[in-house]
């Protein structure tokens, strides 16, 4: 059975309606309903951050919210983070340190360290590591991650 | 190949440009395989074995195929069946079809919770999943064997009442049945160098030990998926995260009885596989259901279905004795692996068999290994398959000879090494490697000489060795008239080989990094690439890439030579350009790339560079690690406090990508070794198949992972390169054992070293 | 996921009304880090998930030197974190607050719904009980309040009744020579469920302990206020061997099972280890040392 219902939100700034079933996470709705497949599915349970999303600015895993919860909320996903001026700080860092491997797990860690900068502009490696211990990468070891989110808090 | 020193003037090799690939990736833009849409497309969900051994009495899919939106329901019995034929499944191995099929949807019976049972597609997912719940499944449930030593026995249930012992020669290759009766042990691998008895009767000193390891997962971030299309002409279209899209089609067609022709693999990225997604779970199931539906169909694996189902790399019972005199000089060794192959033959026991001893010259070795069937997954590849538990084995018994002896560790070991000409006891000789010089680096680097302070504190350290593998790869490269060159490739980029392969192709035209567009294309855009796994994309793709740019060259000083309307050997090309014989006013001939390239249209059309390039040998690479650690007696945590390590890489084409390699090898080393593990009830149902409960290292385990990469060029490249993925996985378990050891003096001989486990040690019996 | 609705009440009873109708389908959905999940597992039935943050006193923090803090039962984690009264007078809270998986879970997970879900394991319900929690509960029936640490029966079961839900949780106001800390063992550095947890509380007068609560999660069915580990402290001298004595009583209450986290023998052996760690860290924050809850174990 299907039982749909229509949302909305801001999504990256721009104000949007879109359907969604009853059932559906944000995520299942940010992926399948609304085409932003930037977010990605790790785990489905919260303990991956691969579907790290901002939500009215507050880090949140989109696989743990319901769509309907969105309603008349503020989403910014990994689509939303490059400004009109080009790639943000982290985004450039992660470039610029390597800081990816696959990539599946970069658009939660972009998120989630977006999040930190904004909460702390200058956090040292371990708090950088602690605030990110939510995000899991099988890549790289974290280490270039971590460079690249102390080097871009330092631009 | 031609013998490569590395020379000082490379201008692209070495550095370290922005990936091509990179932007896409940090916007959110990478299409991975569960991103596919489509129009009217439909969503596939898996019904999974609630028994890890039962047979399958009946399935009735007749209430799941009613409810509304359910479009089609398959079982094993829609797939064609299958004859016992062999087909490759990459990196060499084999299975049969029938197993494959069995794996992608249970036969007869179910031999491993979470085993596929039927598959569904609908038009929402949550249907979907609706109907799985309305398909109804009889099993006679039988005893399940959980244990690799129970299901040794004779009289342990037996999974599979065709199968026989076969013993094998060699990791790579089939062999001859031995065995009579119906058994678990699938095969049967030993090899012998000199005389071990008499070996161990020379020793002065022989430590003999025994060790478990159990399964753990590669865990990549991105569960399975797998779309297809199966178009009206019979042709169909899969999209799938996969380390070899090849392979992908080859396996589909071959289990859809198609030719491989009627299935192309669109190009989509993968995110990580370290050697788990070489095998197919849900593309058949794909391709049949929109075979029956006519629509698209995307499945998705949940984590749960992720770590039940698919392979990860085998537990293992293994037990090692090495004698050495008292001047430290092996005399003997004695290694006997037992590995669990989950429901089907094809555990990495052959692999790890001659891994073992690969860093030290042992005079006389016997190893002795044996495949063994259990009610667990089908193991896969996971990072130098085999390696990490046999060497684990080895290097935490070396350390204890060493310590025996009195030793320094990185002195014993370099006494031993194994280096140009030596043979390791499967027979093979060593050519160039870099084996001692990594022990050099490890032995001379600051922070091995560093002194370490504080209570509970160690340091240990380990070798590991991986052969690396070569095999085929194709480039296709085509000159731009902007003086740029696109590269059709046929590797999965799972870690920056469009710019490792892009910079090869670019150092051998000498033009810029950035000026050349390397693209992953499907699989009818470029010619046969085997799977980026076996650390080969770098080392082959790189190869295809130089000779590519090899026949660009030949073509650009022929077409130089006829703009100039000179003879064709007064020109030549190098430094980024062609040259030619001085004009008649005495100036000499040259163009850029770049110039001529702009001349090409004009001149008899664009030119294209290819190549196909398919090497049985590839360099191996040795890696050395140390750690130090600080364990709490109290709770039997240990904290990672340094870690370094050293690898020859060959050459490094994109040093931070090595590094990387190296860094993400560690960090999956020691999850295995700490806190990674699969939990079974006496029932054989898994008990943590979650991310929360299987326990990959988070930001906060790991500290910064210092890397020296040692560059001792392979002759057989032409760049020099070895490949770096996989060896750094193998010594960060007995690392960190031999740290422990250091810190508190208890040695681990079970991975993972977890809390619950040291605890086990370091408390008194309950009273 | 099964089938099911999402309703989102504005008051208190609209709450009561939308629960009392929906049965034993109808979840309260807080911060939905475990009801979710649970959802998508299919493993109750849950056919109405009702959101309760569109309640304002669901999310509520309040805060007065005499009569203490209440919090919201939906409150966020980074909520708790972020207000400085909860951070000055409460660092246990914090402790927890900060504890509870990733930052993506503490933005949406809550005191509240880490004790309705009633895990043994539940990482801020020692801290509650040893902060001597009251649970604020409303229903068909009115208002009612329970002690937190009456509010568990089982693994997954509590006090509420049809159509009842947790409206906020009050502590007293903290005590001048009051302190507390909770900890938790897990094998990994972060994102685990507690092998062992647990949280002390002390009021000191000079040496002497005035009065203490000492509280172990995932050693028994739910967690545990130890008695026994008060009886050992109060009216005595805070030396090794009084500390030493409570997280004897506290290895002696737990009464642990074996799984996948944790063994019986681990589990008690580490609820005497973090009975006497956390004992001595709230003394040392009773005597006013400035202890962080992260990086400072």
């Known amino acids: 059975m299907t039982d749909r219902m229509i949302v909305s939100a801001t999504i990256n700034g721009e104000p949007l309606e879109f359907l969604a079933d009853q059932r559906d996470s944000l995520l299942e709705a940010l992926r399948e309903r609304i085409g932003l497949t930037g977010t990605k599915e790790g785990c489905n349970d919260g303990n991956c951050g691969a579907c790290s999303v901002l939500m009215d600015g507050r880090l949140v895993n989109s696989c743990l919210v319901m769509a309907a919860e969105v309603e008349g909320a503020d989403v910014t996903t990994v689509e939303g983070l490059a400004t009109e001026d080009g790639l943000i700080p982290l985004q450039q860092a992660f470039l610029e340190e390597a800081a990816l491997q696959c990539g599946i797990c970069t658009p939660g860690f972009l998120v989630a360290a977006k999040a930190l900068l904004d909460a702390n502009p200058n956090p040292t490696e371990y708090e950088a590591r602690y605030w990110l211990a939510g995000n899991l990468c099988r890549c790289t070891g974290y280490d270039k991650i971590i460079r690249a989110v102390l080097k871009a808090a330092e631009a | ?767 | 996921m099964q089938a099911l609705k999402v309703v989102r009440p504005t008051t208190v009873a609209e709450a009561i009304e939308q629960l009392n109708e929906g049965g034993d389908g109808a979840r309260p959905l807080a911060g939905g880090t475990d009801v979710i999940v649970i959802a998508r597992a299919r493993v109750r039935n849950i056919d109405v998930l009702v959101d309760v943050k569109q309640i304002p006193e669901l999310t509520a923090i309040e805060w007065n030197p005499d009569s203490g803090l209440t919090i919201g039962a939906a409150t966020p984690c980074y909520e708790l974190y972020g207000n400085a009264d909860v951070v000055q007078h409460y660092p246990a809270i914090i402790d927890s607050a900060t504890l509870i998986g990733g930052t993506g879970i503490q933005g949406r997970a809550s005191f509240g719904g880490n004790l309705c879900n009633s895990s043994p394991s539940g990482d801020t319900i020692p801290t509650q009980i040893v902060l001597e929690g009251v649970a604020n509960i409303a229903g068909p029936n009115g208002e009612r309040s329970v002690p937190v640490e009456d509010f568990c029966t089982g693994p997954g079961r509590n006090v509420l009744g049809q159509g009842e839900f947790l409206v906020s949780i009050s502590f007293p106001a903290p005590d001048a020579n009051g302190g507390a800390r909770f900890l938790r063992f897990i094998p990994r550095n972060e994102m685990d469920i507690a092998v062992c947890n647990a949280a002390s509380a002390v009021k000191l007068d000079g040496d002497t302990v005035r009065w203490a609560r000492v509280s172990i999660g995932a050693v028994a069915p739910t967690p545990l206020l130890v008695q026994g580990a008060a009886d050992a402290l109060v009216g005595k001298p805070l030396t090794d061997e009084t500390i030493e004595a409570a997280a004897a009583a506290s290895r002696d209450a737990a009464t642990p099972i074996d799984d996948m986290r944790g063994s019986i023998k681990q589990r008690k052996h580490l609820s005497a280890v973090l009975t006497r760690r956390t004992l001595e860290q709230a003394a040392r924050r009773a005597r006013g040392e400035d202890i962080p809850s992260v990086g400072g174990h």
């Open chain 2, 1 to 767: 190949m031609v013998a490569t020193e590395k020379p000082d003037s490379y201008q692209v090799v070495g550095t370290r440009p922005i990936r091509h690939d990179g932007t896409d990736k940090v916007t959110g833009r990478a299409g991975y395989g569960a991103d596919y849409q489509a129009a009217g497309m439909l969503f596939g969900r898996v019904l999974r074995s609630p028994h890890a051994h039962a047979r399958i009495k009946s399935i009735d899919t007749s209430k799941a195929e009613a409810l509304e939106g359910v479009r089609g329901v398959i079982t094993n019995a829609d797939f064609p069946q299958p004859d016992d034929s062999q087909v490759e499944i990459g990196e060499g191995a084999t299975t049969s079809a029938r197993w494959m099929l069995d794996n992608v949807l249970a036969g007869e019976k179910v031999l491993y919770t979470g085993h596929a049972v039927a598959a569904v597609a609908a038009i929402d997912p949550h249907v979907a999943e609706d109907a799985l719940d309305l398909i109804e499944v009889e099993y006679e449930v039988l005893e399940p064997v959980m244990d690799v030593r129970e299901a040794m026995d004779e009289n342990a249930p037996v999974l599979h009442e065709f199968l026989r012992t076969e013993q094998i020669a060699s990791a790579f290759g089939g062999g001859e049945m031995v065995g009579a009766k119906p058994t678990n042990v699938a095969k049967f691998l030993e090899f012998k160098a000199g005389d071990a008895d008499a070996g161990f009767e020379e020793a002065d000193v022989v430590v003999e030990r025994e060790f478990t390891t159990t399964m753990a997962h590669q865990g990549y971030i991105e569960p399975h998926n797998g779309s297809a299309f199966y178009n009206k002409d019979g042709h169909v279209t899969i999209w799938s995260s996969t380390q070899g899209a090849f392979g992908v089609r080859d396996m589909t067609a071959g289990l859809l009885q198609v030719p491989v022709s009627q299935v192309t693999c669109e190009p989509v990225e993968i995110g990580g596989g370290f050697g788990g997604k070489i095998g197919i779970y849900l593309e058949p199931l794909a391709a049949l259901l929109s075979k029956q539906t006519g629509k698209p169909v995307k499945f998705t694996m949940t984590r749960q279905a992720v770590l039940e189902a698919t392979g990860p790399t085998s537990g293992t019972y293994m037990r090692v004795k090495v004698g050495a005199k008292n001047d430290g000089t092996l005399t003997a060794a004695h290694v006997y692996l037992v590995f669990e192959a989950g429901a089907y033959p094809g555990s990495p026991m052959g692999a790890g068999a001659m891994c073992a001893l690969a860093p030290y010259q042992v005079p006389n070795a016997h190893v002795e290994g044996y495949d063994v069937v259990l009610n667990k997954p089908k193991v896969a590849a996971y990072r130098a398959p085999g390696a990490p538990a046999s060497e684990y084995a080895v290097e935490s018994v070396m350390d204890e000879v060493a310590q025996q002896l009195e030793l320094d560790p990185m002195d014993f070991r370099l006494k031993n090494a194994a280096v140009e000409g030596s043979r390791r006891p499967d027979g093979a000789v060593y050519g160039v490697i870099g084996n001692e010089e990594v022990m050099e680096v490890v032995k001379s680097s600051e922070h091995y000489r560093s002194e370490l302070q504080g209570e509970n504190r160690g340091r240990g350290v380990a070798m590991g060795f991986w052969f690396n593998v070569g095999m085929e790869s194709s480039a296709y490269a085509s000159v731009n008239a902007d003086g740029t060159v696109s590269l059709s490739l046929g590797s999965a980029d799972i870690g920056g080989t469009r710019a490792s392969i892009a910079m090869q192709l670019a150092e051998t035209l000498g033009i810029a990094a950035e000026d050349v567009k390397p693209q992953v294309v499907d699989t009818d855009s470029v010619g046969y690439t085997m799977v980026t796994g076996g650390s080969r994309t770098t080392f082959a793709g790189g190869w295809a890439a130089y000779e590519s740019a090899m026949d660009i060259r030949r073509q650009l000083e022929e077409r130089a030579a006829a703009i100039w309307d000179v003879d064709r050997e007064q020109v030549s090309y190098g430094d980024g350009g062609v040259t030619g014989p001085a004009d008649d006013d005495g100036n000499e001939r040259s163009m850029t790339f770049k110039e001529l390239a702009g001349q090409l249209a004009g001149s008899g059309g664009m030119i294209q560079g290819r190549a196909d390039v398919n090497s049985m040998e590839a360099g191996p690479a040795f890696a050395g690690h140390i750690v130090d650690v600080e364990v709490d007696p109290e709770t039997g945590k240990v904290d990672i406090l340094r870690y370094t390590a050293v690898q020859d890489a060959g050459t490094a084409i994109h040093p931070s990508y090595v590094e990387g390699q190296i860094q993400g090898g560690v960090a999956q080393g020691v999850g295995m070794a700490l806190t990674e593990e699969y939990f079974y009830d006496d029932d054989g149902r898994m008990l943590n198949s979650s991310l929360l409960d299987y326990r990959m290292p988070t930001a906060l385990d790991l500290p910064m992972i210092e890397t020296h990469i040692v560059e001792v060029p392979n002759p057989g490249h032409p760049y020099g390169v070895r490949g770096v993925g996989e060896v750094p996985i193998v010594p960060p378990a007995p690392a960190i054992a031999n740290a422990i050891a250091d810190a508190i003096g208890l040695r681990m001989r079970d991975l993972p070293m977890s809390p619950r486990a040291m605890l086990e040690e370091l408390l008194p019996d309950e009273d």
